[in-house]
Antibody, heavy 116, light 107 residues
Framework: EVQLVESGGGLVQPGRSMKLSCAAS????????MAWVRQAPKKGLEWVAY????????YYRDPVKGRFTISRDNAKSTLYLQMDSLRSEDTATYYC?????????WGQGVMVTVSS | DIQMTQSPASLSASLGETVTIQCQAS??????LAWYQQKPGKSPQLLIY???SLQDGVPSRFSGSGSGTQYSLKISSMQTEDEGVYFC?????????FGSGTKLEIK
């Protein structure tokens, strides 16, 4: 069974940093592109970042470019999202997903609240 | 960015009724279209990918169709467990973008 388990969320002040992790199991993690998708409270879905199966390619939505870094450790089957210079508009539930054009498998999500 | 316009924003349907949700892309997305269902407090789940391919484990009453810029999701016989919010998503170009969602309720 595919499992994606996010961790690392919580309350953080504007301008500070936070790192999310996603532990994957039940599939060959190193064969899959991965992504982070977020959802602000009571809002729709927003793709945030993508990383290829080997980490060789990454893409970001414009508002997070230069502030967020997606990375992976295939030996540990873990995906990461380093978030720097956080803003109130980054407040959302962050989901770890597999990605191949569509988002096939999703984690349960982790809440990030940016507030003073 | 490719804009995804989804309609209606909400609808209610009776048990057994056929339901259709529409999604329009701002440019041709060559069937790079997926549909998701999200229930309250839960993660979204993939229903349809490639505009018309049914994800494993999804009931056959769900179907997708369309091409170019116009796509639709059909539920052929509404069931209680189909209540939720449905999103379309284009997977042709980054940034991948989603429709604003359709809230489906039982009448």
């Amino acid at each position: 069974e595919v499992q994606l388990v996010e961790s690392g969320g919580g309350l953080v002040q504007p301008g500070r940093s936070m790192k999310l992790s996603c532990a994957a199991s039940g599939f060959t993690f190193s064969n899959y592109g991965m992504a982070w998708v977020r959802q602000a409270p009571k809002k729709g879905l927003e793709w945030v970042a993508y990383i290829s199966y080997d980490g060789g390619s990454t893409y970001y939505r414009d508002p997070v470019k230069g502030r967020f870094t997606i990375s992976r450790d295939n030996a540990k089957s873990t995906l990461y999202l380093q978030m720097d210079s956080l803003r109130s508009e980054d407040t959302a539930t962050y989901y770890c997903t597999t990605e191949a054009g569509s988002f096939d498998y999703w984690g349960q999500g982790v809440m990030v609240t940016v507030s003073s | 960015d490719i804009q995804m316009t989804q309609s209606p924003a909400s609808l209610s349907a009776s048990l057994g009724e056929t339901v259709t949700i529409q999604c329009q892309a701002s440019e041709d997305i060559y069937s790079g279209l997926a549909w998701y269902q999200q229930k309250p407090g839960k993660s979204p789940q993939l229903l349809i990918y490639g505009a018309s391919s049914l994800q494993d484990g999804v009931p056959s009453r769900f179907s997708g169709s369309g091409s170019g810029t116009q796509y639709s999701l059909k539920i052929s016989s509404m069931q209680t467990e189909d209540e939720g919010v449905y999103f379309c998503q284009q997977g042709l170009k980054y940034p991948f973008t989603f429709g604003s969602g359709t809230k489906l309720e039982i009448k």
